[in-house]
């Protein structure tokens, strides 16, 4: 099977791209990872993908224009090759330029609309969750465009909020979603298994 050509963006641990690297060592996830893309050089993400010998760069946002930044990352990707830019923990706001336009993915830890937006990551988003009472969390896979935690929802996967949890705990629980979730979303735009048309994306056997 040909692998799809990817790109991480990751601004931190690296768990989502470790979590990408597992599975595809097993053998389920149809991809090529070309290069790794941190927004900090102390990313320890970073020594993931330089033990599985992907290639690396640092960008910061840091004195750059939105375009300018954009350009930056979405340069290198075009120069490798790649047909799908996953972000992994990516915190900077990133322009999406027209020719990657529904080919830039990210996983949101709650279901969309719901606690997203700017300033909901991390510890942040159960925070929210847990005050404002809810009895389900989870996780969403979407397309990004120009704003935050906006573009077509691809999949999503659902968990309760027990009346016990800490925000820790429900990012524990979540996270096992995600773990599942994104790499079987993945794996299906490898295969070719998406339509999009307009906010509505259709995936053969939903990966949720």
């Known amino acids: 099977m040909a692998q799809l050509p990817i790109a991480v963006l990751i601004s931190g641990g690296g768990t989502t791209l470790n979590n990408l690297l597992s599975v595809h060592r097993q053998g389920n996830l149809s991809v090529d ?13 970073i020594q993931f993908a330089d033990q599985s010998g992907i290639e690396t760069h640092i960008i910061s946002r840091k004195g ?13 990707c075009r120069r490798l090759g790649v047909s799908l830019v996953v972000m992994g ?13 529904n080919r830039v993915v990210n996983i949101h ?3 969309i609309p719901a606690f997203c937006g700017k300033g909901f990551y991390g510890l942040r988003v159960h925070q929210a969750v847990l005050e404002y009472g809810a009895k389900l969390s989870g996780c969403t896979v979407h397309f990004v465009d120009n704003q935050f935690d906006h573009g077509p929802i691809i999949a999503q996967a659902a968990c309760p909020v027990a009346d ?7 990012q524990a629980r979540v996270f ?33």
């Open 33 to 45: 990872f070309r290069t790794v893309i941190s927004s900090r050089a102390d990313a320890r993400g």
């Open 64 to 76: 750059r224009k939105p375009d300018e930044h954009r350009d930056a990352i979405f340069d290198i």
């Open 109 to 111: 830890p709650s279901l």
């Open 89 to 101: 923990g990516y915190l900077d706001h990133l322009l999406i330029p027209d020719d990657y336009c």
């Open 176 to 208: 096992e979603l995600e773990c599942g979730l994104y790499p079987a979303t993945i794996q299906a735009i490898a295969t070719g298994e998406l339509s999009v048309m307009g906010r509505h994306v259709s995936v053969k056997g939903n990966p949720a």
């Open 164 to 170: 016990d949890d800490t925000p820790q705990s429900l």
